[in-house]
């Protein structure tokens, strides 16, 4: 049986030491385990408070602990490399998600400017 997985999973497995460490462990044994991308948003989120070298974490955990297909499993991994690129965890998986549908992004953000994401500016132009 798959079961669903949320963030407190992920953070126990992650952690160098949790109370939650050992019976994560044994539900990794005796279930299929799948979260989704929002889980591994707020492990980014989560990140500056345990400090853990999230980049590799977020490659293994992934592995043990899927997302529902490839496609989602793209937006963690370009999204953590956004993130890893200086933008802030929302944006980054908001620049993933667009980019692995294949879309443009409606945004005032500039950081999208930066990056392969076509941005469609939402702020008014001159021409306005």
């Known amino acids: 049986m798959t079961v669903y997985v949320e963030t407190d999973f992920l953070l126990a497995l992650a ?5 939650l460490q ?11 385990v ?6 591994y948003l ?5 990140r500056e408070r345990y400090e853990f070298d999230y980049v590799p974490l977020v490659a293994n955990l992934l592995e043990l602990v899927p997302v529902k297909d490839e496609a989602e499993k793209q937006v963690v991994l370009k999204a953590v490399n956004y993130y890893e690129e200086g933008m ?8 993933a998600t667009a ?17 392969e994401v076509e941005r469609v500016p939402l702020e008014p132009t001159d021409e306005e």
Not at 15 to 19: E, L, P, V
Not at 42 to 46: D, I, Q, S
Not at 88 to 95: G, K, M, R
Request: charged content about 35%; overall charge negative.
């Open 34 to 39: 799948e979260t989704s991308a929002f889980s």
């Open 15 to 19: 952690k160098d030491s949790d109370w």
């Open 88 to 95: 802030t965890p929302f944006d980054a998986f908001h620049a």
């Open 22 to 32: 050992g019976s994560a462990e044994e539900a990794l044994a005796e279930h299929d």
């Open 99 to 115: 980019e692995t549908r294949g879309m443009d992004v409606l945004s005032s953000e500039k950081d999208y400017d930066d990056i």
């Open 42 to 46: 707020e492990l980014l989120l989560a």
